[in-house]
Structures are given as structure tokens and as C-alpha cells.
């Protein structure tokens, strides 16, 4: 079975400009969450969405949003990129019969690289 | 704002050593989450522990929750190469969302 499948693996982008990270939770799972890792830290809880309804949000300016689609698979948008936005996006998802935080199935994570 | 502190921050040993790392907080969560993280990949679940003073045994890892679910510790017996990563604590802050609080992270090195 697949497991959560991320994409773009690597990008670079300049300040300024804007990003699309994409993912793809395992089959059957309704729940998708987004963390932001930068080099040396853990990572930060950035948004979960469960059945396409934004169910958390963590402390990130406005210029992070994302969506979840029918087909349950998830996209993160960061506008008017900044140097500090570099880091290891990841995504997780998780089963659909909790209420809360279980067992998270994280993805291999998008590298964003931003000049 | 809740934080976990993880200690130590680096570890450095040889095979067959024992270790132990310390995940402190001041806030209290409903249950305390293990991971371990590989380079280029990402975090996998490696326990949970949910009841106060709970100790849960994996293999060779021993994982313990503190009395009072604001603290927690990961030791391994016997090291081997093969746990070498990094390993994170996570603090479930509630039952009803995914998020979760990390820790700060402990990498670990294992030498033969």
C-alpha cells in the first residue's frame, strides 16, 4: 500500500514569489495535517483538515493557507515567500475513525529553499 | 504556549551502550507521542503513551510517561547502529485535532 506521497521532493524558489505543495494521504484516511520542520528543530503544526473542513490551525501568519479536496488529498500555498519559509514541509495523515491526534502517518516532506 | 524541551540535544556513542533521553515540559497533554526521523524522511510513530506513570516496552526501547503527563523518557538497552536518527517527543495537546507539539529533537549517533 502507498503511503503518504509528497510533491514537489525539492524546490527553490526566490523571496517574493509563491508556492504549492502538494499530498496525498494513505487510502482511506480523511485526515491530512501540515508541519513546517526548519534544519536543527522539531516540527510545527502548520493546519489540519478532516473531511475538507479546516479542523486546527497553528500560530503562522495568513500568508500560509491550504485545502483539503474531495478526493481527501491536500494542498499547502505559502504567498510573498521569505527567507525564513525555508524548511521541510511535511505532511500526515491519519485514520478516519478518532477524534483527535493517534497515530500520524507522515510523508517523506517537501524541501523548500527559499533565495 | 507549550514547549518540550529534549535532553540531550546531541548523543554520541558506541554499540552497546545504554541511553536514555529526557522530554520536560511545564504544560500537561493528554498522551506523549515517540518518533524517530531519518534524513529525507519523515517522522515515524514509534510509540504512544497515554496514562501517567504508563511505561511501554518496543524491543530494546523503553518509553516512560511521567505521573504527572508533563514529562516523559526513551531509553535503549544495547544500542546498535541502527537506531541512529533522530528521535522526537510529541505532546498531544488535544483529543479533538491532530496537533501536535514536538519536541526540540535528540540526535542520536551510534559508532560500531
Known amino acids: 500500500d502507498a503511503g503518504v506521497t509528497q510533491s514537489p521532493t525539492h524546490l527553490i524558489k526566490t523571496r517574493g514569489q509563491q508556492v504549492t505543495l502538494r499530498c496525498s494521504p494513505i487510502?482511506?484516511?480523511?485526515?491530512v495535517s501540515w508541519y513546517q520542520q526548519v534544519l536543527g528543530q522539531g516540527p510545527q503544526f502548520i493546519f489540519q483538515?478532516?473531511?475538507?473542513?479546516?479542523?486546527g490551525r497553528g500560530n503562522f501568519p495568513d500568508r500560509f493557507s491550504a485545502r483539503q479536496f474531495p478526493n481527501y488529498s491536500s494542498e499547502l500555498n505559502v504567498n510573498a515567500l521569505l527567507l525564513g519559509d525555508s524548511a521541510l514541509y511535511l505532511c500526515?495523515?491519519?485514520?478516519?475513525?478518532?477524534?483527535?491526534?493517534?497515530?500520524?502517518?507522515f510523508g517523506e516532506g517537501s524541501r523548500l529553499t527559499v533565495l | 504556549t507549550q514547549l518540550l524541551e529534549q535532553s540531550p540535544q546531541f548523543l554520541s556513542i558506541q554499540e552497546g551502550e545504554n541511553l536514555t533521553v529526557y522530554c520536560n515540559s511545564s504544560?500537561?497533554?493528554?498522551?506523549l507521542q515517540w518518533y524517530r526521523q531519518e534524513p529525507g524522511e519523515g517522522p515515524v510513530l514509534l510509540v504512544t503513551?497515554?496514562?501517567?506513570?504508563e511505561v511501554k516496552k518496543l524491543k530494546r526501547l523503553t518509553f516512560q510517561f511521567g505521573d504527572a503527563r508533563k514529562d516523559s523518557s526513551l531509553h535503549i538497552t544495547a544500542a546498535q547502529t541502527g537506531d541512529t536518527g533522530l528521535y522526537l517527543c510529541a505532546g498531544v495537546e488535544s483529543r479533538s485535532t491532530d496537533k501536535l507539539i514536538f519536541g526540540t529533537g535528540t540526535r542520536l549517533q551510534v559508532f560500531p
Open positions: 504544560s500537561v497533554f493528554s498522551s
Open positions: 487510502s482511506g484516511h480523511k485526515s
Open positions: 500526515a495523515s491519519s485514520l478516519p475513525s478518532r477524534a483527535g491526534a493517534g497515530e500520524l502517518f
Open positions: 503513551v497515554v496514562t501517567g506513570g
Open positions: 483538515y478532516y473531511e475538507k473542513e479546516e479542523r
